[in-house]
């Protein structure tokens, strides 16, 4: 199977409420070698106001955020999703892409009313070099030189660990150099720990994770949090029957029979506390896992004997009844995902229906003028809400003077974050942002910061001007 290495440079680092500006991937075989490359840009959209600290450090210029030689967002993700669909079935990879740049990608298609899972369907599986980074600090340590910082905690970041292992990478320059940098990291990690990339790609594929952990009584499992690793010995207790990617493993540095006799109530108190009995394991999201025999020195069970671990398993896997128990204590015990009233953070609380995507793809294929018709015959309340505000930013001429001017004041409301709660940055925080910034600036980025000064001032200026029209 193919490699797609991919990175982006956004707007700001709130996937849901950002944007892609630069889209840029290579497809390789599986020796690291090009096949292809692909670089994609767009202008900013009219309802985002871009973070001035993310376009400082990139070092991008006000000029190229209205830039009408670029694309729009919209036109932008068309041709990215064409790419990448004439690219598949591949294995996406990139640099902290599974906790960032996915859901970046997976919102700028959602948001212009494409199927969202595009990595990780039709045979697509997804890798993560800053995951096989984390593990080999566990299994191959001297693979790669990681850096510190000066508090002394690891710098697991694209611009540290290749400036540290000799690559060229300046993070101020174009997407197309950090993929190039991330490809030259996964040849690194191929050539020093040629078992641990391997064990990485083959961890990429959710049916190979499953396979491993129904078919290994005792494994590890292992995870990064705030820069230091946690490792489990853990065996399979349960699946979660609203998420199919979900699945519940025991740590078995806890011992079960000192949960079997608590009640229910006990239970739920015990679950929650630390060390965690049951913790849940994503098979799409490359989990760190080895057979017992080569778990972390430090992981959670690694002092008992072969035969306590397997007795603690086995014990969990005969009483069907007890591990039932445990997910229900488990899942009682979490947090209800808060529901949100903004239509981007609603991208996970369902699945478009069969008949809706038929939709969808009529709506790229017909005329501007033709599409207002297919958005209202869409069942799914979302993607209506998605498709006006996709057509007022894409062809306003479309819409009804009296409906354009409804939107135009409704993105005005939201720039200046006079509607309402804004978890997004608006141009009061933003312009608040700059001072901080051309306070404390050399000589050398006075320029740029007063740019984008004037850029946020002029922004405000006509937000102000379209509130006070008369309705």
Known sequence: MSLIFYAMRTSGALASFDQILEFAAIRTDADFQEVERFDAHSRVLPHIVPSPSALFAARIAVPRLNNSLLPSH?????????????????TFVGFNSLSLDEHFLRQSLYQTLHPPYLTNCDGNTRADVAKVIQASLLFAPAALIIPRGSDGQLEIDLCSVASANGLIYDKTCNAINAVEAIINLAEKLNEKAPDLWSTAMRFSKKAAVVDFIENELVFSLS???YGKSQSWLVTLIGANGTNSSERYVFNLGVDPDGLAALSDDGLRSRLAETPKPVRILRINAAPILTAEADAPANASGRKLDTAELERRAESLQSDEAFSERLVRAFEEIQEPKALSSH??????????????????????????????????QFNDARLKRLGRRLIHFENPKALDATVRQQHDRAVAKRLLGTDGESPWLTLPKAMAEIRQLLATA?????????????????TIQRAKALIALPV
């Open 223 to 225: 995870d990064f949090f």
């Open 442 to 458: 050399s000589p050398k980025d006075i320029t740029l910061l007063r740019d984008h000064h004037t850029f946020l001032a002029r």
């Open 343 to 376: 239509v981007e953070e609603q991208i996970y609380d369902g699945f478009a229906s069969d008949e809706d995507i038929d939709l969808m793809e009529r709506f790229h294929a017909v005329p501007w003028e033709k599409r207002s018709a297919i958005v209202s």
């Open 74 to 90: 919209y036109g932008m993700v068309r041709s990215i999703r064409a790419k990448l669909m004439a690219w598949s079935p591949s």
